[in-house]
């Protein structure tokens, strides 16, 4: 099963306030930057499937990925989650409360079911 949507949308804060910044990405998403694991609710031991697609837009980090876990595609499809999330390490940000993370290191997007930005969801299933 296929899936799109945003893992990142930029200058809206997440329920930590922190502002995610239009190129905050770019560093990671560079050739050679090295794979992003798609996994379930951040568990590291828990890859669902893997990332076809991964690009900063105007909107934010748009993301396809194709699952291979069975019960992941399952509660996708049936709407249980639709949440999309991402693990990172700041490089930098500006101010405090909110934050604008304007680089970062891209360790991971995940499937949620409470995404930390309420704007961060799968928008199509195929």
């Keep these: 099963m296929r899936f799109a949507g945003y893992a990142a949308v930029f200058g ?4 930590g306030g922190d502002v995610v910044r239009a190129g905050a990405f770019a560093r990671s998403l560079e050739p050679g930057a090295g794979m992003v694991p798609l996994l379930w609710q951040h ?3 828990r890859p669902i499937g893997r990332i076809e697609y991964l690009k900063e837009d105007r909107r934010g980090l748009r993301v396809i990925g ?3 876990d069975k019960g992941a595609a399952a509660r ?3 709407g249980a989650v639709g949440g999309l999330s991402f693990g990172y390490r ?3 940000a500006k101010g405090e409360a909110p934050r604008e993370l304007t680089d970062l290191e891209l360790v991971e997007v995940s499937l949620v079911t ?3 930005q309420p704007k961060a969801r799968v ?4």
């Design 12 to 15: 809206h804060p997440d329920r």
């Design 43 to 45: 568990e590291p031991g």
């Design 66 to 68: 194709r699952l291979i």
């Design 76 to 78: 996708l499809k049936e």
């Design 90 to 92: 700041v490089r930098t």
């Design 114 to 116: 409470f995404p930390m």
């Design 123 to 126: 928008h199509a299933v195929e």
